[in-house]
């Protein structure tokens, strides 16, 4: 017989539906598919709901979950914004962003090296520039090439601010700034060349790519030119010392006290989303880092974007701590002419710094490893099916010792939501 305290509980729970799978990590998370329906007791936190699913109770990414009313149909996530356009295009409408992206002289100089020493090639060409932002782009190719026509599409309201700027500079007659979406803009005519920055932390993340793959199948000429015209994302196991002191044993000893139950909480706090504009030192890198996704711009399709699989096998080169993977990535720019020079922006610990800097995965727990241990396995990024321009980095791997060191051989497996 139920209690009368159980109904209590029971009345205070609220029943939600997942609307994506989730591949908890750890002992404290749920795992569930698409369409389960989890009894929500506690919202301690915005992102992170405490929740049970058949008998079994943990944390859950609350992003991940849509309430059911009782009699009621699922919510329609039409009804929301899945792209988040009006946070997304309104952050792109003020000069923060567009400031940072210009004072990253390595991204801006790679796009202005692009278009010089192509700039023979491109004077007869008509260039579309999507997401122009203040136009920077734009303003090289009409000064440095001078093509037949530049169409600078923006959809956020810098797209004012940028005719402004394209007057100004005196390229008024070689460059069109039209406001709106890659997919509801019209152009009078096909271009030569689809130019775009596009690229997000771990090169996928706010799906830019699909509105340039939508303008490249509508608007790029048969046998035109994609810039960038590849890109490949990095990973590399890794150290990371003074996060992990910073994060996680801080909580050891503080002030002479003992604050290890902390932890856990610091883990779940900290270590479960991945580190943005993450520094690595190169004597960090626990291995030579390796490709494990590579895009070829002109044959990638929307569809390919639901969920990219890569995989990876390092061996490791010098006893240390494993903390974790960091991963960055590379785009290249085809020549126009045959036998050019390819142009290729590095974002990672080797090359130049950008705003974009590198991505760091903490593990839950850090691994001694040594020379010769190989650490292989896979990495997946899936898209959210609901908010779009959010994804979730999933890794497995597995730690095999060397001959020297056999018995340190485990696996795990973990999955960071960016952002739900």
């Not at 010089?116 to 000064?143: E, P, W, Y």
């Not at 503080?254 to 030192?281: R, V, W």
């Not at 990495?379 to 060191?405: A, E, F």
Request: with cysteine; proline share 5%.
């Amino acid at each position: 017989m139920q209690t009368e305290k159980e109904d209590e509980d029971d009345a205070s729970c609220e029943e939600y539906v997942a609307r994506s799978d989730f591949t908890g990590s750890g002992t404290d998370q749920l795992s569930f598919s698409r369409g389960d329906r989890l009894l929500v007791h506690a919202k301690p936190s915005s992102e992170w709901w405490w929740a049970e699913l058949q008998g079994v109770i943990g944390y859950v990414p609350a992003g991940y979950l849509s309430q059911d009313a009782a009699g009621e149909e699922e919510e329609d996530p039409s009804i929301e914004d899945p792209w988040q356009d009006e946070e997304y295009f309104g952050n792109y409408g003020t000069l923060r962003l567009h400031l940072e992206m210009l004072s990253d002289k390595s991204r801006t100089e790679a796009y202005r090296q692009v278009i010089l020493s192509n700039s023979a090639s491109l004077s007869s060409k008509r260039v579309m520039d999507l997401g122009c932002g203040t136009g920077i782009i734009s303003l090289f190719c009409a000064q440095l090439a001078r093509p037949s026509m530049v169409y600078a599409v923006e959809a956020s309201s810098m797209a004012e601010y940028t005719r402004q700027l394209v007057k100004q500079n005196g390229c008024d007659e070689v460059v069109t700034v039209l406001q709106g979406r890659a997919e509801d803009i019209e152009l009078p005519e096909q271009v030569d060349v689809l130019v775009s920055e596009w690229m997000g932390n771990c090169l996928l993340f706010e799906f830019m790519v699909e509105s340039v793959l939508l303008a490249r199948d509508r608007w790029l000429r048969d046998g035109g030119t994609m810039w960038p015209s590849s890109a490949a994302l990095t990973l590399v196991p890794c150290q990371a010392d003074s996060y992990y002191a910073e994060k996680m044993a801080f909580w050891e000893r503080p002030y002479g006290l003992d604050f290890t139950p902390l932890q856990p909480l610091a883990q779940q706090e900290f270590f479960t989303k991945p580190k943005f504009s993450h520094i690595i030192d190169p004597c960090d890198c626990l291995a030579a880092p390796c490709d494990v996704i590579s895009l070829d711009m002109y044959t990638l399709q929307v569809g390919d974007l639901e969920e990219m699989k890569g995989q990876f096998h390092f061996c490791v080169e010098k006893s240390a701590v494993f903390h974790g993977f960091t991963a960055w990535f590379t785009v290249c720019f085809e020549s126009l002419e045959a036998g050019g020079a390819i142009v290729e922006l590095n974002t990672g610990p080797n090359s130049g710094p950008t705003h974009w800097k590198q991505t760091l995965f903490m593990l839950d727990w850090p691994v001694s490893v040594c020379a010769g241990d190989s650490i292989s396995g896979t990495i997946v990024l899936q898209r959210n099916p609901v908010w779009r321009r959010h994804m979730t980095v999933t890794l497995h791997w597995t730690i095999k010792g060397s001959t020297d060191n056999p018995d340190n051989s485990q696996a795990g497996t973990k999955s960071f939501p960016m952002w739900r």
